[in-house]
């Protein structure tokens, strides 16, 4: 019974995962004032990715490439979807998931610096650095929203926001969530904070050598971390929702923010993204928790 | 039964003092042998709380010097696992001295070390204590340094700062003795004596119980004396690393939680007049904060390290430094936290140094650079090092995950939110210099000339697949390592943590180990399924990579100069130039000034004879006169 | 403008007859190389998301940013650029090339995985166009690589582009853009043209750097 529950979790992930990226790409489309590709494009993508042969120069390529997304999917396991979850007295544990992620990252990082490309490795050391920069903004804003619910369950933070649109944390408390949303901005990669990627500049980074169905699963990661992150976002800030539809709602529109961001900015160097993740997301969150704790 | 042990630790060190020529493999059969004893002795040992012995060994007028060695719950657990840890490392051992030339000391040292080991656990009184303490200094310091210039200059340098650290100790064991309303060597009764001179004269015994904490962190690299493990875990030999890294550091925190932690949590109890932060006496804050100042510190000098021995020896320091965290917190998840990291960094630790220890073995190479693509050559150490940094990292299915959980637990319900950060920022920074060591040795490209490199043979793989073991074990069932802890904690007064075998309970939610690797298991086998529905997947050449259209080989590219290691993190050391630059500039001017006043007091007394003549006479006559006046 | 589907229809016997000494290319009809089946329905969604990597040896590098941008836009059909030919499935030729080039053209559509296709950007590629008397041009690529697609024009307006993408799509769908298979098939013809060319870029002095 809860593996098919823990099956229907993955898929809900990619596939809302993957649905998001499609509209996104649509969006920054209309925004370029282009037509943009249809919404189901990323589903075309991962499944013609999944039918073309790939290159392996490691078994470790193939098994971190794998780790990666099962890091990641593990994570899901523990969040709660709107009204659905999978544990009780793990639901939404916010400790265990930001640790949990780390093994889908570390995965990547594995899988693709087994294949010997100095260009991912360069992605994966600007990656971590940024991560470096983004986390602890978060982390603070974390621990302050763990103080105020004096629990690290995020059904429980979900709980407590119930009863409307004011008492939301991201009303109640709006640095935090400003800077929550500019940590978020980090995690997804989005520009300004996508020096990791930067195809002009080393050739995709992380990506450069994931060929086929590599990267069809470098892909299902990208889509089940936006799900993942998001979902983090709209259940710490904007109430979560026991309607699992107006939830995914919620997560889009976070996603559109980012997105809007990423459609109009330029490239900051990693160096001095992490210089102003430590500067301003810093400031705001302990700013923020001076707030909760005095 | 105790002083047993030692004896036949004592015999077995004879034995391997005069074995030598073709046999000499035999001292290190010897070594394991003994552990094995010893593993089987102590734990035959458990249950038996409370048992002492006693033995007097000489007495000056009113003055008895006597021995006790005694079973504590905190004592033999430590005993227990350390001695476990140095049998896995010692089957390691075997095969490495096989070849080498200096073992010979090297061996009878650690067999008398392994003694001295349990000594520190198994001792109730302050002489017996710092007996084995020293014994335990110098049979170290003779082990790090068999003759090597290079190693000689690191071993001084740790031996100088034991010996600061031994130093504060005797003036505080000095003091409980002589000060007349604690006046007892016993450790338990001064523990006791001290908290109510507390109430005393607070400034006084604060005082001594800062001597103590200043041998200990000694002991453990604690903030100001975090230095010394990059230099004496570096150069140590290949095989001795993983103990010092694993076991000897822990020393000074077992000092902690044997004196220190009770003092305070007595304080609390009974009533503490002195200044608290959220429920702590203040000093206990302040040593919590040396310890996350210690975690962040370590972990940017790991960051920026090259080598691959001194990136694993600053990791160990940022380790101490989250337990000392912990354990200042003085909770129950607090303290259970930090045993727990405790063990867990000496099985994780120790795995990644006898992982490092396989690499030299194999390449006699140290710096990361000049390594690479060591996977294929060498599997079972390369699982070892990734799930020994797994766990350092303390992603969950691995052990070190439950203890940092711990450690969270009671940071964030006692109230701690600066010292959390820290923590978190010591961690995350933990993910970039491990996935550095393991991007630098085992992945990336093989050089040209490691071609032909081979794994290590299988009595090297045995501590290897042990370590993995232990640590996955762990990981998953917490509880069995739990519970020996909840008891130490229940003795030292507080209210030991709920677990099962898999589930930790604490306030704020609570784990379950097995459900969380479960969950694991089930994404990669999801992943796994998708992996096989894809088309086939071919192998390639390491150099068959994306070179912009040029093919690597037609303009003299080697592997090795298409291995990106060096100077990994450059670009973040350059973040803190401004202060890195600033730091230098200052110690620059104190190691100037220092040298310019040891000068001219130098030249006092070699300038002349007649000057130092009498500066000596001048001093003899202070002393004098100083004697008569008190 | 003419597009000209180039797999399997030329003939090579009779030009540049010195290069082919020995080694006849197999001439294998398009039926027996055709997908079939399964590879078909697979053929939709490769045919819906085809990632390009140009090769910007010319002037036709010009022509493509009009055609990613805002003007023409060609992801709405699911084409996009790509960093390296590992991800790619297509990749443009996009112009004349130099001997010295054809060796990395060659070195990155193996790289490539399959399936894979390559167009021929422009007039260069198919006749050497203004270079064709050129020492250190080739005229003919299908001679070295094997092209599935054409593109006439010096240069091709991108809506000209836009048409070829269109046109290849086609054929990816009946199954009959197959040109990986083509050169799988006749490796041994294409390897001696492209070793009695390359031969021709030996450098000229000695740059110090042992190969």
């Known amino acids: 019974m809860i593996v098919l529950k823990y099956i229907a979790f993955a898929l809900t992930s990619i596939i809302v995962g993957l649905l998001f990226m499609g509209l996104g790409r649509k969006y920054s489309a209309r925004i370029h004032r282009r037509y943009g590709p249809p919404f189901w494009q990323s589903y075309l993508d991962v499944i013609k990715l999944f039918s073309k042969t790939s290159i392996s120069h490691h078994w470790v390529m193939d098994f971190g490439i794998m780790m990666g997304l099962a890091g990641i999917l593990a994570t899901i396991a523990f969040l709660p979807i709107g009204p659905f979850h999978l544990f009780n007295s793990m639901n939404g544990n916010i400790i265990i998931m930001l640790y949990f992620m780390t093994i889908g990252y570390l995965g990547m990082a594995m899988g693709v610096s087994a294949s010997g490309n100095p260009n991912s490795a360069i992605g994966i050391a600007r990656a971590l650095t940024l991560m470096l920069g983004y986390e602890i903004p978060f982390v603070i804003v974390v621990i302050s929203l763990i103080f105020i619910n004096k629990s690290s369950l995020l059904s429980v933070m979900v709980a407590n926001q119930a009863g409307g649109f004011l008492h939301w944390n991201m009303i109640r408390y709006p640095l935090g969530f400003i800077a929550a949303e500019m940590a978020l901005q980090g995690m997804l990669g989005e520009k300004p904070f996508d020096a990791m990627i930067a195809p002009s500049e080393i050739a995709s980074g992380p990506m450069v050598e994931l060929s086929g169905k590599m990267m069809g699963l470098g892909f299902l990661q990208h889509a089940a971390q936006i799900f993942l992150e998001t979902a983090i976002i709209t259940s710490l800030f904007l109430g979560g929702s026991s309607n699992v539809w107006i939830f995914f709602l919620k997560m889009f529109v976070l996603y559109l923010v980012s997105l809007s961001i990423n459609a109009v900015s330029a490239r900051f160097k990693f160096e001095n993204a992490v210089k102003w993740f430590w500067k301003w997301p810093m400031a705001l969150s302990l700013a923020q928790l001076l707030i909760v704790i005095l | ?630 | 403008m003419v597009l000209e589907m180039a797999h399997g229809t030329f003939a090579c016997a009779t030009f540049n007859r010195d290069f082919i000494r020995g080694v006849d290319m197999l001439i294998t009809s398009r039926n027996d190389l055709r997908d079939n089946g399964w590879e078909r329905i697979l053929n939709y969604f490769r045919k819906k998301s085809m990632w390009m990597l140009h090769y910007c040896t010319g002037c036709g590098a010009m022509e493509l940013p009009p055609t990613m941008t805002s003007r023409w836009d060609m992801e709405r059909f699911g084409i996009g650029p790509m960093a390296t030919p590992r991800q790619a499935d297509l990749l443009l030729v996009t112009g004349y090339l130099s001997i010295k080039s054809l060796k990395r053209v060659i070195y990155t559509y193996e790289q490539m995985q399959d399936p894979k296709w390559l167009i021929a950007f422009g007039s260069c590629p198919l006749n050497g166009g203004i270079y064709y008397d050129s020492y250190t041009v080739i005229n003919r690529l299908a001679l070295y690589l094997p092209i599935d697609l054409s593109i006439e024009g010096c240069m091709p307006r991108p809506e000209a582009v836009i048409n070829g993408f269109n046109t290849l799509m086609k054929g990816i769908e009946k199954g009959t853009a197959v040109g990986y298979k083509k050169y799988k098939e006749n490796y041994e013809w294409y390897k001696k043209n492209q070793d009695a060319i390359l031969n021709r870029t030996k450098p000229v002095f000695d740059s110090g750097v042992k190969s």
Request: aromatic share 16%.
């Open chain 2, 1 to 630: 039964m105790i002083a047993n042990l030692f004896l036949i630790t004592l015999i077995t060190a004879f034995v391997g003092l005069i074995i030598g020529g073709k046999l000499k493999w035999l001292r290190w059969v010897l070594f394991t042998g003994l552990l094995t004893f010893l593993s089987i002795r102590l734990w035959s040992f458990y249950g038996n709380w409370g048992y002492t012995e006693v033995y007097k060994v000489l007495s000056l007028g009113n003055l008895n010097f006597t021995i006790h060695l005694g079973i504590t719950k905190l004592g033999w657990f430590f005993a227990f696992f350390t001695t476990i840890i140095n049998l896995i490392i010692s089957i390691f051992s075997i095969q490495k001295n096989l070849r080498e030339k200096d073992e010979w000391g090297i061996g009878v040292l650690w067999m008398i070390l392994a003694g001295a080991n349990i000594a520190i656990f198994m001792s109730l009184d302050w002489i017996t204590f710092f007996i084995a303490w020293e014994v335990m200094t110098w049979t170290s310091y003779f082990i790090i340094t068999p003759g090597w210039k290079k190693s000689f200059k690191a071993a001084n340098y740790y031996f100088l700062l034991s010996m600061f650290g031994t130093y504060a100790m005797i003036i505080g064991i000095w003091w409980l003795f002589s000060n007349p309303s604690i006046h007892t060597l016993n450790i338990a009764q001064s523990i006791s004596g001290l908290a109510r001179y507390w109430h005393v004269s607070p400034w006084g015994a604060g005082t001594v119980s800062l001597l103590f904490v200043t041998a200990f962190f000694a002991k453990s690299a604690v903030f100001p004396f975090h230095p010394w493990p990059a230099e004496a875990h570096a150069e140590a030999p290949d095989d001795f690393s993983p103990y010092l890294s694993g076991i000897m550091i822990k020393y000074g925190l077992y000092g902690v939680v044997l004196f220190i932690v009770p003092l305070f949590i007595q304080l609390q109890k009974f009533g503490f007049n002195g200044a608290t932060v959220h429920g702590i006496p203040l000093l206990s804050y302040l040593l919590a904060w040396v310890g996350a100042i210690t975690a962040v510190w370590g972990t940017y000098k790991a960051i920026v390290s090259n080598d691959m021995k001194r990136l694993a020896a600053w990791s160990t320091v940022a380790n101490i430094g989250y337990a000392t965290t912990g354990i200042f917190i003085l909770s129950s998840n607090g303290v259970t936290g930090g045993i727990f990291h405790i063990v867990n960094h000496a099985i994780f630790k120790s795995s990644i140094f006898v992982a490092l220890a396989a690499v030299k073995y194999r390449t006699h190479e140290r710096d990361m650079h000049r390594l690479g693509g060591l996977a294929t050559k060498m599997p079972i150490t390369f699982l070892t090092f990734l799930l020994g940094i797994i766990a350092a990292a303390g992603i969950p299915p691995m052990n070190g995950y439950a203890s940092k959980w711990l450690i969270y637990q009671a940071l964030l319900s006692g109230k701690f939110p600066f010292l959390t950060t820290m923590i978190f920022i010591a961690s995350t920074g933990a993910f970039m210099y491990l996935y550095r060591a393991l991007h630098s040795i085992f992945l990336g490209q093989l050089p040209e000339k490691y071609k032909n490199v081979k794994e290590v043979p299988v009595l090297m793989q045995i501590p290897m697949l042990l370590g993995m073991l232990l640590m996955i074990g762990i990981g998953v069932f917490p509880g069995y390592v739990l519970r020996p802890i909840g008891q130490i904690v229940k003795s030292l007064g507080l209210v030991p943590m709920h677990v099962t075998n898999t589930t930790m309970f604490a306030f704020l939610s609570n784990v379950n180990a097995l459900v969380v690797f479960n969950m694991f298991s089930l994404s990669f086998a999801f992943a796994f399924v998708l992996y096989l529905l894809g088309k086939r997947r071919h192998h390639v050449e390491p150099l068959d990579n994306y070179t912009a259209g040029q093919n690597p080989k037609d303009f003299g590219m080697t592997t090795e100069m298409y291995h990106f290691a060096l100077k990994f993190y450059e670009p973040f050391a350059n973040l803190f130039k401004s202060v890195r630059i600033g730091m230098r500039y200052f110690y620059d001017a104190l190691v100037r000034d220092a040298n310019l006043i040891g000068k001219s007091f130098a030249s006092m007394f070699t300038s002349s004879t007649m000057v130092s003549s009498m500066l000596f006479i001048g001093g003899i006559v202070t002393v004098i006169i100083v004697g008569w006046l008190l």
